[in-house]
């Protein structure tokens, strides 16, 4: 490069004032939580539940001085030692992000109290200490469960963004040349940079040539023209044509540089600094678990006031109230505490403590899935919202397209292949990279890189080209000559040869072609521009031995045989069309948000399917025109946009947040510096795998093959595992609607629970535990991309679902309390009795086998409605088990631990059952499956 200047560069003591002064070149990370903010926040949950405890343990106080003072001294301390820890563990894995851990803590507390209170003033065993264990296992291994996963997840990225600060960089000073890591650069260095580097800091030309940076990380644009000649200026330009940014490439050329801001202060930090600011907002999910916590908090508490007014009112209407002696007094507070414990009972009972559970393992589960399918998520809950997503804003270059330039098209002259091989060979500044031959990489100007990749698929090896043919002279591209021309000594034609290329309206001007001739090539140039592609001439001269080729910095020869011109263009992805109409067809807006011009976003837009004929001005914006227009004038029209071109950073974001604004669910991708504002305020933030540091940063989750088709699977499963839970939350709260009537009944008729609390245990295991495993591994269904996007303002249970929850839930409660009234009245040792030999006569109460009946028929109803529910609005068999290997174990499982509890006689005392009858088990299991036939049989007439 031609030395113009002498430059001394910053010396010693300046590099320290500078870094002083303007801070280092490093961008500041974001702040992460620490243990004690995880602890701090945990804290303060304790004390506002601490609050709501004081009024159980005060009821439980009471009971216990009735029943007797002992186990006052050891019984506050101690649930008040198990909430503390409970919470601060909670707390700890970040559980208070999710709603019903809160309500889950607080039924803890409910059940723990009335453990007590069972335990000193009624005198139950030990066992009545497993319900409120039982909430705490859940509690904490769904908390961690999910505190392991995204802690694992996290340091997989973090290993993705290695940071290269110590990366050398050629700098002057103390008048010297020297290298200096990427981090010591300061304001006012001095920095030498040549083709493939990664430009240090932001900076002003002081000198260049020929230079063109890849600024995509911050524009999208593949390649940007550089000079420090005013009059050839790009006035379109994002930043000034004498301005290089930190973090973009240099594609070919050479520059001197004065460094202008680092760190922070650049581009890139202010856009990362930028990405800080927003915080997340609630996930869809969270919203709606939020609203379903709600509701079964106040149902529960209606429910449990309902039982204290009406067993209270029932007290005097008996007229059992008789407050004339001591006694009476005694009776009546006896009663009332009675009444509250069944009303806390039924509160507990309410409580979905597999639902967390079940959220989790779903989340999980769909994680791990994903990891595996090139798609690494950050949260849990990310896999979720993609799933919610209504409309996703992508980047162009790299996710739609494959992020390099290929020869698309030819039109070609009739010359020979050696020739042409000459002239792409030699007559070029650029390189293959083929250390990866699956992927052979482009080094330099892409579009010259796209002729060599076009030349290596036609056989020829270009590097063994050079080395044959003597490189005479050269002259290199400019923008003023808008071309290139190298002069050889060509092999094939054995002569000095000139070889030009460059644009083909110039080189067809010093051609020999004839009128026909350009006219044909004028209009296929118009073609091919109309469908945004970058377009290269070809063509060559034989000289004389002693012709003057160039003068005045031209070409001095006219007469050229003009060889043909070349398409070229970033092509789409070959799975992407596909992936667009599924995404459309699901409902999903797709906009395209890039730094390119209109002309190549429509054509892009148009071959992955989403700009069509029936598109106008309404469906595309500039940046210019997005900036111009109010938010009020935008939230209008934003909907329509399809295309929103020449963007830059903050018109992503604005338009990420604008979409919010109008109540959808907003997905946004992202690969450069530029796109982290847009990721971190969307919903969901998809960052690209080869993207930058700051992008995935900003991000929820990273696609690592950076393709669209990725995102779009992404979306099957984050819908698929919104069903899973849709279907335990289906099966768990009818399961909750019949225990709760239950007990509800019971207040009122005075009856004694049918079920004991070791039983309740079993129950709840089954249908907490056991069938959040069961619903949570279901396969994801391509037939959830034919739904259109739910609202996010609707609730998680669907009117179908409410209407099956109430139903059946009221099915089961009638018929088994049918069972329990029919068994209370008449001596039956059998199912068959039951059928045969009906009575019913005085109130004789319960045995044992009685009651065993009663609990084997409250399982095994459910069991069977656990098929249904894994079957719920899948449009297919509930008998259907591809890929449901989970729910065949726990279906095993569940099955035979029924049997092994209720046959084997040390389980039979533990349960409070004493073994069945053959035939018994062939009733009851012919008759729980009609919950099963019945819905097969509807599903068959219904397709009818």
Not at 131 to 152: C, K, N
Request: with cysteine; net charge negative.
């Amino acid at each position: 490069m031609e030395q113009k200047h002498h430059y001394t560069g910053l010396t010693d003591a300046e590099v320290l004032e500078s870094r002083q002064r303007y801070g280092v070149n490093v961008l500041t990370p974001p702040e992460k939580e620490t243990i004690w903010d995880t602890l701090k926040e945990a804290c303060t949950h304790w004390i506002s539940i601490s609050m709501f405890s004081l009024v159980v343990l005060s009821v439980v106080v009471a009971g216990i001085l009735v029943g007797g003072m002992g186990p006052i001294i050891w019984s506050m301390p101690a649930i008040i030692a198990l909430a503390t820890v409970l919470i601060l563990i909670v707390g700890f894995f970040g559980g208070f992000g999710d709603p019903l851990f809160k309500i889950l803590i607080m039924a803890f507390v409910l059940s723990m109290g009335i453990s007590i209170y069972e335990y000193c003033w009624v005198g139950t065993g030990f066992k009545t200490f497993f319900e409120p264990i039982g909430i705490i296992v859940a509690l904490i291994l769904a908390t961690s469960i999910a505190f392991v996963l995204e802690q694992r997840n996290e340091k997989t990225f973090q290993s993705l963004n290695v940071a290269n600060d110590d990366t050398l960089v050629k700098v002057i000073r103390n008048n010297n040349v020297c290298q200096v890591p990427r981090k010591d650069i300061v304001v006012g260095d001095i920095v030498l940079l040549e083709t493939g580097e990664e430009i240090p800091a932001d900076c002003e030309l002081l000198q260049s040539l020929n230079l063109n940076v890849n600024e995509s990380s911050l524009t999208g644009e593949l390649q940007c023209a550089k000079t420090t000649d005013e009059a050839c200026f790009d006035k379109e330009a994002t930043y000034p044509s004498n301005q290089i940014m930190k973090g973009t490439i240099i594609l070919e050329g050479y520059c001197v540089a004065k460094v202008t801001k680092v760190g922070d202060a650049t581009e890139s930090g202010k856009v990362f600094e930028a990405a800080q600011v927003e915080e997340g907002s609630k996930t869809p999910l969270s919203e709606e678990l939020d609203k379903l916590a709600d509701l079964i908090t106040k149902t529960s508490y209606v429910f449990a006031v309902l039982i204290i007014i009406g067993r209270i009112g029932i007290y005097f209407y008996m007229g059992n109230a008789d407050f004339s002696t001591g006694e009476g007094w005694i009776n009546f507070v006896t009663y009332v505490l009675n009444t509250i414990m069944i009303a806390v009972t039924l509160i507990v009972v309410a409580v979905p403590e597999g639902l967390p559970m079940s959220v989790t393992l779903s989340l999980a589960f769909s994680m791990k899935k994903l990891m595996k399918e090139n798609t690494l998520p950050r949260t849990m809950h990310s896999c979720e919202t993609m799933g919610a997503t209504s409309v996703i804003c992508t980047d162009k270059t790299g996710t739609l397209t494959q992020n390099r330039m290929l020869v698309a098209d030819t039109h070609l002259e009739d010359i020979s292949n050696n020739l042409l091989a000459e002239m792409i060979a030699i007559n070029t500044t650029a390189n293959l990279d083929f250390t990866d031959l699956k992927n052979i990489k482009a080094v330099g100007n892409p579009t010259e890189c796209a002729l060599l990749l076009w030349l290596n698929s036609k056989g020829f090896d270009y590097i063994a080209l050079r080395e044959k043919i003597e490189v005479i002279d050269r002259l290199p591209f400019s923008t003023e000559n808008k071309y290139m021309v190298t002069v050889a000594k060509s092999v094939e034609l054995n002569k000095k040869v000139a070889y030009v290329k460059g644009a083909p309206e110039i080189l067809l001007g010093l051609s020999n072609v004839s009128d026909e001739q350009n006219q044909t090539y004028s209009k296929q140039l118009l073609e091919y521009q109309n469908k945004a592609m970058r377009t290269l001439g070809l063509a060559y001269i034989v000289l004389d031995e002693n012709q003057e080729v160039f003068k005045d910095g031209k070409l001095n020869v006219e007469g050229l045989a003009f060889a043909g011109i070349f398409a070229i263009s970033d092509p789409v992805r070959k799975e992407v069309p596909a992936a667009i109409k599924e995404c459309l067809d699901a409902g999903i807006q797709v906009k395209i948000v890039t730094g390119d011009t209109s002309g190549t976003a429509k054509e892009i837009g148009r071959q992955i399917g989403l700009w069509n004929d029936t598109d106008g001005e309404k469906n595309i914006l500039t940046g210019v025109e997005f900036a111009a227009m109010s938010d009020e004038q935008l939230v209008d029209r934003v909907e329509d946009v399809k295309i929103l071109s020449r963007a830059r950073p903050n018109d992503k974001e604005r338009l990420v947040k604008l979409l919010k604004q109008k109540g959808m669910v907003v997905a946004a991708t992202g690969d450069g510096t530029n796109d982290a504002p847009a990721l971190n305020a969307a919903d969901v933030g998809l960052s690209m795998g080869d993207g930058t540091a700051v992008a995935k940063e900003a991000s929820d989750m990273t696609i690592q093959d950076n393709s669209f088709s990725t995102i779009a699977n992404a979306v099957m499963w984050g819908r698929s595992l919104y069903k899973n839970i849709q279907r335990f939350l289906l099966f768990q709260l009818t399961v909750n609607v019949t225990a709760c009537l239950l007990v509800l009944c019971g207040a009122f008729m005075g009856t004694e629970s049918p079920l004991t609390v070791t039983q309740m245990l079993w129950i709840n295991l089954i249908m907490d535990t056991f069938a959040a495993i069961a619903l949570a591994s279901l396969p994801p269904s391509r037939k959830v991309m034919e739904d259109k996007p739910r609202d996010r303002r609707a609730s998680i249970l669907t009117p179908t679902m409410r209407k099956d929850i109430i139903g059946v839930g009221l099915f089961f409660f009638f018929l088994l309390v049918a069972m329990l009234y029919i068994f209370e009245h008449g001596d039956y040792t059998s199912m068959r009795e039951l059928f045969l030999n009906f009575q019913l006569g005085e109130r004789d109460g319960l045995s044992t086998y009685e009651l065993t009946l009663l609990f084997t028929t409250f399982v095994m109803t459910h069991f069977f409605y656990l098929f249904n529910a894994r079957a719920f609005e899948t449009g297919k068999s509930a008998l259907h088990f591809k890929g449901c290997q989970g729910l065949l174990v726990i279906v095993v499982v569940i099955f035979g631990g029924q049997v092994l509890m209720v046959e084997i006689p040390m389980l039979q005392d533990f349960f409070n059952v004493t073994g069945l009858k053959f035939e018994d088990w062939v009733i009851i299991i012919v008759g729980s499956s009609l919950v099963l036939w019945i819905r097969e049989i509807w599903s068959l007439l219904k397709k009818i």
